[in-house]
């Protein structure tokens, strides 16, 4: 089919499209297509958010929030995921100025942040598991140990992610891909440190003071 109309001789005809392909900045793809994937996992947190609201309160005659959550432990928790998401910052302003030393310097202090809210989490699930309060034991544990094993397994991805880039960018430095590698994987760390703010008051805050 013709995407030109019929016209007299001499005369130019009209064109329905622009011939001219547009010219897009290096990475513009990668960008969109992490903040589409970031939405995705918006929507799989929403769903399990919704799931503990729903299930938070069905208890099955066992524990609740207020005797299984260690508030000051989960608080740590919290704060080393703050921290991590503060070092991230200063990788990533650090990366701006092309200073390769120091962006490795703090991508290794968030990458020991992220590991040791890893260790307290997983320490707070093996004693939930040996108190007899496992997923399976109610519909609360169940949806709990959905919600947040789920942003720990984020976490862990997060820090693979973190090793694999300070490899890339100690091999071949802070080039114009690493750094758009970089800015994605502080797109999807903050990210998360949102998300945990969100289970923090939701499940834990809320959950002791219910």
Known sequence: MSTTAQTAPGTAAPSYYDLDEH???PGAST????W??????????????????VYGGSFAGGPGPKELFELPLVAVN???????SITYGFAMLNADEKNKAAT???????????AAFLAIEL????NLIHEGAGPWRSAFLSSFFTLVGTHGLHVTFGIIWLVTLMVQVARRGLEPANLRR???LSLFWHFLDVVWI?????VYLLGVLR
């Open 36 to 53: 589409l994937y970031l939405m995705s996992d918006c929507l799989i947190f929403a769903m399990l958010f919704a799931a503990y609201g």
């Open 123 to 126: 320490y707070e699930f093996s």
């Open 23 to 25: 010219e897009h900045p």
């Open 198 to 202: 969100g289970v923090f008051t939701f």
């Open 78 to 84: 919290t704060t080393m995921l703050l921290l991590s």
């Open 31 to 34: 960008m969109l297509g992490f």
């Open 104 to 114: 490795l310097r703090w991508l290794g202090v968030t990458g020991v942040f992220g």
């Open 182 to 184: 970089l800015q994605c």
